[in-house]
């Protein structure tokens, strides 16, 4: 038949936000849900190579409502490699620092960990509070 589906086994359509990773590795792709393996097949192509566009959340083969995705997508990434089962576990765990590592104001912690402990991601003096007094000085 030429193609391969990969199916989780899990119901996704619970109105919950979750995070989907799929690593492909040679003729191997497997699919994460929320950071854990879900589900594994072998693809009889190891290289993948068209001309046709990216489509995330549609079928490029079929041009049907029920083909579509009706849902959002946030963060989309593309890795130049497969990333392994540890990356996209610490991805997940990582939760609004997932694969944040900006720092606007450059006082060394990343913009959504200031964000989350509000800090001002953009004022480096804030780096230094110390609003819980647990610093031990020296």
């Known amino acids: 038949s030429g193609y391969a589906r990969l199916y989780s ?16 590795q040679s003729t191997t792709v497997r699919l994460f849900v ?3 393996l ?4 072998s693809a ?3 290289y993948i190579a068209n001309d046709a566009p990216l489509q995330l959340g549609r079928s490029p083969c079929w041009d049907y409502p029920s083909e579509t995705f009706a849902g959002l997508l946030d963060e989309v990434t593309l890795y130049t490699r497969a990333l392994s ?8 765990a990582g939760h609004i620092l997932g694969k944040c590592t900006g720092d606007s104001d ?4 990343p913009d959504a ?11 480096p003096t804030d780096a230094r509070r110390d609003d819980d007094r647990d610093v031990i000085p020296f």
């Not at 089962?85 to 997940?92: G, K, M, N, R, V």
């Not at 450059?106 to 912690?109: C, E, K, P």
């Open 113 to 123: 960990w200031e964000i989350a402990h509000g800090l001002n991601s953009f004022d």
């Open 44 to 46: 009889s192509m190891a």
């Open 85 to 92: 089962a540890t990356e996209i576990e610490a991805i997940y």
């Open 9 to 24: 086994s899990r119901q996704l359509n619970d109105d919950a936000f979750h995070h989907i990773a799929l690593a492909r």
């Open 106 to 109: 450059g006082d060394g912690l």
């Open 38 to 41: 879900d589900a594994a097949i």
């Open 34 to 36: 929320d950071g854990a």
